[in-house]
Structures are given as C-alpha cells and as structure tokens.
C-alpha cells in the first residue's frame, strides 16, 4: 500500500513539474527526467515557437560565446576551456572542421583530451553521400525531396561518432578552409542541429575557416589531426526539446498563399502578423529569363535526354523579396565567407524591406543557400526566421504543362500544383522537354490531405514514439555523415 501511494505521489509530482516546464520560456534540457515520464507525459517536451529560436547577435561578434563566434573567441576557448567554459555548458568543447572537398587545409584546431577539448576533421561529399547529417531524401507525404533535413536515428549516429553530448556540449561548427561548398555545408549542419533541439548555446559557428584564421595569425592552430574520441554520447529525443517550427513544408506555403483557406491537414497556423518569404537566389533565378536558373539536376538524378538539365518551371514563389544569400558575407568572389558585420546585415535587410515585423520563410533552389538567410535572420539579427528546406526544387517539381508538350508529375486538378499565377510570380516554363529535369522518384499521391509526413516522424522520433512512416527513403537512414579519423 505505502508503495502504490508513493507512486501516485511522484506520479502527480511529475505531472505537476511537467506543466511548470511548459509555462517556461527558455527551459534547460532536462537530463533528470526519466524515460518512462517522457513517454507517459509528452508535456516535458517543450515545443519552441519560431519567436523563442530567434537571438540577437552581440554587435561585436567578438562578444559571443554561442551563434557566430570569431577566430579570437574560438582560440581562447580552446586554450582555456576549463576557465572560459560559456554558461550553462558543463560538458565539452567539440570542434568540427567541416571539408567537402576531402582536400585538408593542413591546419586544425588541437585536441587536449585532459581539458575535454576534441577537434575533428570531418569530410563530407554531398554528390556521394545521400544521407547524412548535412542531408537526406525523403518523403513529405506529397513528393520526396533530396538533401532535406535529416532523420534522428541519422543526426543520432552523427553525435555518436564524436561522442557528443547535445544538452552539455558545445559543439564549434567550422570551414576548414574557405570555399563556397564548406561554408555552406558548416551553416546547413548548424540548421540541422538547431532543427533536431539543440539549445543555441550548445552550437556555434565559426565566422570564416579554419585555414583562414591561421592565414591571419589569429587562431593557434597544429598540423597534427586527432582521431582520439571521447565515447559520451547522449540523443537528440535526451533534449526534451522540439524544434521542427525551423522547417517550413509545401503544405504551410500553399496554406499562406491561400490565407489559410486550404483543406490540407497539420499546417503551421499562420501569425497575425504575416509571413514574410524570402529567395536567396540570385537575380537571375528570381526573375528568370532563358532559363537561367537550376542547371543540374538533384543529387543522384539523372536527365532523361538533352544536354542541359532544367527544372519544369522557373520563377519565385508569390511576393517574394529577393535577397542573394552572398551579399550577406564579405567578399565570396575572393573566398572571403565571414559574415558582414550585425549592422551591415541589419541595413541589408531592412533596404531589403524585410524589418522582422513578419516571420520569415527562406528558400532557394534546395535549401542550401537560404540556411544563410535563416541564420543571419535567427542568429544574428534576432528576427523569427523558418526554411523552406526543399526549396525550388521540390516548387517547381509540382507542375502540370496544360499543353502536354512538356513534363508534368502531378494530375491537373491536384491542391498541390505550384505553376499558378496566386502561388508562383514570373511564371517561366522550360521550353523544351528534353532539357527538364526528370526525377526518378514519383509523388506519392496528387491529392495527399498533408505534406507534414516528415515533420510528424520527427516529432515522434523526439517523443521516443515509434512510427509507422519514418520519413526516409531511397535505402533508409545509412551512415553517420562523418568519419573521426577524417576519412
């Protein structure tokens, strides 16, 4: 009898503290909690609104400890890190020097195991690699999409592999050197993490590469690469945290456009004070003319016939500003991809006429430009920022050629077609047929009621629910997405 009365009494505690949590704003992770109360009581989980994820940069980068942090910042943390341990980190600092080329810059940041400091090279080829932390194809429910946010189970053998613990850790997001495909897929890697609960004072990224600050005599930096792990691992779902507002899916857009006057089922309500869509491609893709926009087909897809692959439809989704991702950072034509100073960025948005006052969705051509938006948004600027993470790809997949002299992969009368005149501006077909890109993968159904078929399997990953939908596709969810001894 005393034992099933202290039961109903922890019962009623945890129920009582989990309602506690859920009035917080910016609650810690919450490593106490036991497993059986996060399945009896999802309330633990705390479920961030677009508004809570936004933070405001220090006007001196040189004053950040998370969000984007400069070469002096990251050399004194890993010099001292014992005494210049950020608040809230009990854990380690994890240093992961992001390289797509598999071509080292020969310099990184030293590993001191006896102070809890790892640094990892970590190579990643987003041709090769099809599901892995920066990326993976898989299926909303409506369409699969390449190179979209990537499972749990994924993110999960991702922390394993570097022993990283997501609720104590810092974890230092870095270029090796500088390039266009390193910065990008450093900055697509700080989404994923953010998207998959990580508090922003767990994650950080380095303004500019590694080889660069070395260049610059501003980090101290070794020619030896360590391969030592430290095996502590903890699981994105041990967060008890829900970030997946990050995302944006086809369903929310159509749903905006529409003034919410749509019968799809689990859209994103839309805030009173509107939605803001922002392209981050060039000009020339935002008003399209000869096509001149997507010239290569997704990852692992191939053109039926022609000579240059081009998607269905060029132009840019209804009343979208356009805002170049590059103009963001100093000088990418010289491979210069620091990030302008919280000024800068501040008068580029507000001549962009994007004042924060709405929330914004971010796209591009597949979600890999437009992370840079998200972040200066979300972590610079402190403006409420989301990703429409298939961008243009999957839009302009969702076409039907009423002439029938082109390509179409959804039946005409379907809720889902973009190519509409109160969906999509400058609306540009591709001339010949032979030149569209042919995807191999099908819809899954022109009159799907949801496109929320990802977001709902990561949600029951972060619940410890098991799902009947997993959300993956094309092989499952394979790979850690990295290599510890930088293979």
């Not at 409506?142 to 394993?160: A, H, Q």
């Not at 929330?359 to 403006?383: E, K, M």
């Amino acid at each position: 009898m005393k034992a099933k009365n202290l039961f109903f009494i922890f019962t009623r505690l945890l129920i009582a503290v989990s309602i506690g949590l859920v009035g917080c704003k910016n609650p810690p992770n919450y490593d106490f909690t036991p497993s059986f109360a996060k399945l009896a009581f999802p309330l633990f989980i705390k479920v961030n609104s677009a508004e809570e994820l936004a933070s405001v940069s220090a006007d001196d980068y040189n004053e950040n400890r998370f969000g984007l942090i400069t070469a002096r910042t990251l050399d004194n943390l890993s010099t001292n890190w014992q005494t210049q341990k950020p608040n809230g980190i009990t854990g380690k600092l994890i240093v992961l020097q992001i390289d797509t080329g598999n071509s080292p810059g020969g310099r990184y940041i030293p590993s001191s195991p006896e102070k809890d400091v790892y640094s990892y090279y970590v190579t990643y080829n987003s041709v090769t690699e099809t599901s892995t932390a920066f990326g993976q194809s898989r299926s909303n429910g409506v369409i699969e999409t390449e190179s979209i946010v990537p499972e749990g189970k994924i993110i999960d053998s991702f922390l394993s592999t570097y022993g990283i613990n997501p609720t104590r850790d810092l974890i230092v997001i870095a270029a090796d050197s500088s390039s266009q495909n390193n910065f990008l897929s450093s900055i697509r890697l700080v989404y994923a993490l953010r998207y998959w609960g990580l508090d922003k004072r767990n994650v950080a990224l380095l303004n500019g590469s590694v080889k660069q600050a070395n260049d610059n005599g501003e980090i101290f930096t070794t020619i030896s690469r360590n391969t030592t792990v430290k095996q502590e691992f903890s699981s994105v779902r041990n967060t008890y945290t829900d970030n997946t507002i990050l995302q944006a899916t086809i369903g929310d857009l159509i749903h905006i456009l529409q003034n919410g006057s749509t019968s799809f089922e689990k859209v994103t309500p839309i805030p009173a004070n509107g939605i803001q869509f922002v392209d981050a491609r060039s000009n020339a893709e935002y008003s399209p003319s000869n096509q001149n926009g997507i010239t290569t087909p997704p990852v692992g897809r191939t053109c039926v016939a022609g000579t240059g692959c081009k998607v269905p439809m060029e132009g840019r989704i209804k009343n979208a500003i356009n805002l170049e991702w590059s103009t963001l950072l100093i000088d990418p034509t010289n491979n210069d991809y620091r990030f302008k100073s919280k000024s800068a960025i501040q008068s580029l948005f507000s001549n962009s006429g994007i004042t924060g006052s709405k929330q914004l969705i971010a796209y591009c051509d597949r979600g890999i430009r437009s992370a840079t938006i998200l972040f200066a948004a979300n972590s610079i600027v402190g403006f409420a920022a989301r990703l429409y993470d298939a961008s243009w790809i999957e839009w302009s997949a969702l076409t039907f050629d009423e002439s029938a002299a082109g390509w179409s992969n959804l039946i005409g009368s379907s809720p889902w077609r973009t190519d509409r005149t109160s969906r999509t501006d400058s609306i540009t077909r591709t001339a010949t047929a032979n030149n569209i890109v042919r995807y191999t993968f099908q819809t899954s159904t022109s009159f799907s009621t949801t496109s929320n078929r990802v977001i709902d399997a990561d949600k029951d990953y972060i619940r410890g629910v098991s799902s009947s939908s997993s959300g993956g596709s094309g092989g499952g969810a394979t790979g850690g997405g990295g290599n510890a001894c930088g293979g």
